[in-house]
């Protein structure tokens, strides 16, 4: 059924609208995060449960009452988690997405991630609220830039900040202006219960692999960071510490508090990079951050490369050869 299908099929539900709640899939096809679904799943309370008279069928070990292609039930009704739609109650998408990643259905696999990005950047305080609704209140995230460029270290950030904290427009670095990314970093040292950075050099980085690297500087960030730590956001990086961590596939966007760290090791960097414009001007730092531009690799061809160069990256390791075999 589409939105259109499952709008009229309500018309035709004589239940009052105000005592159920329209939940799981047809929910979500009629916020729009999918096309169609099969049937019309909805929640009530437990005393208008009992009172309808439609056939039971145990399901789960769950009673759930059903009428033509209409299933209803009381264990999902919730009423502060309810979005309005053309005069019905649907339950709303930080409810969805947590009831069917619940049900963890193998075909439900990138309807989960679609769900959990479109929650997060609707509201980034998610993961930290849970945190905090279960006892845990000093929540850092943990971030790092530098893993692309041919020049200079990997540089992570940990960050710990007040559930007071409030930074309207604060998200992943690479989406901020560079003027922005200066002032929020201002704003997040000033803030912060606690900050760490941890800095990798290149010389690290071709002995062990920019992987293992980034790592170990998420790792000594943590170390870094002063102030109490309960748990530990990673944008995507697994790591293996004594603290409770979670990994999220594209943190910097869905954590204010991950985001916070990609702004602190992102402003770290850059202006790593400035200094070294500064010496070497040639290579154009200042605007490429290190990065393989066609200005940079231009300057590599003509000038060579410098002790900050990473000896195993693709273009460097090629000039390398290239200079070995005159």
């Known amino acids: ?19 159920y709640i329209v939940i799981s899939g047809a929910s979500l096809v009629c916020q729009g995060l999918i096309e169609k679904t099969n049937d019309i799943d909805l929640a009530c309370s437990k005393d208008f449960f009992e ?10 070990n769950s009673k759930i009452k059903y009428k033509s292609i209409f299933d209803i039930d009381y264990e999902l009704y919730d009423e502060k988690r309810v979005i309005e739609i053309n005069n019905y109650r649907f339950m709303n998408l930080e ?28 509201d980034n305080y998610y993961f930290e609220r849970n945190l905090r609704n279960a006892g845990i209140n000093f929540i850092a995230g943990v971030d790092e830039v530098g893993r692309g460029p041919l ?7 940990c960050v710990v900040l007040p559930e007071t904290f409030n930074l309207e427009g604060l998200t992943d670095s690479k989406k901020l202006s560079e003027k922005k990314r200066e002032y929020f970093y201002d ?4 803030q912060a219960l606690g900050v760490g950075v941890g800095i990798i050099s290149e010389k690290i980085i071709d002995e062990i692999n920019i992987y293992e690297a980034t790592k170990i500087a998420m790792k000594e960030a943590i170390k870094n ?28 966007l869905k954590s204010i508090t991950i985001s916070a760290a990609s702004v602190i090791a992102k402003v770290t960097r ?3 990079l400035d200094e070294l414009d500064l010496k070497y001007p040639m290579y154009d730092f200042k605007d490429n951050k290190g990065y393989p531009t066609k200005k940079h690799l231009e300057a590599i061809k003509k000038y060579g490369i410098i002790d900050e160069h990473r000896k195993s990256y693709g273009p460097v390791s090629e000039y390398l050869e290239t200079v070995n075999t005159k």
């Open 151 to 157: 020049v200079g270290p990997v540089v992570a950030a």
């Open 225 to 252: 960071c002063n102030s109490k730590i309960e748990h530990v956001l990673i944008d995507a990086m697994k790591l293996d510490i004594d603290i409770p961590t979670t990994s999220i596939i594209k943190g910097d």
């Open 270 to 272: 850059d202006r790593m």
């Open 187 to 190: 704003l997040i040292m000033e």
């Open 1 to 19: 059924m589409t939105k259109e299908e499952i709008f009229d099929e309500l018309e035709k539900l004589d239940l009052p609208k105000d005592k």
């Open 95 to 122: 409810a969805c997405y947590e009831y069917i990643k619940k049900l963890n259905k193998p075909k439900d696999k990138k309807l989960i991630k679609d769900l959990e990005l479109k929650v997060c950047l609707k």
């Open 51 to 60: 009172k309808l008279e439609w056939p039971v069928r145990v399901e789960h």
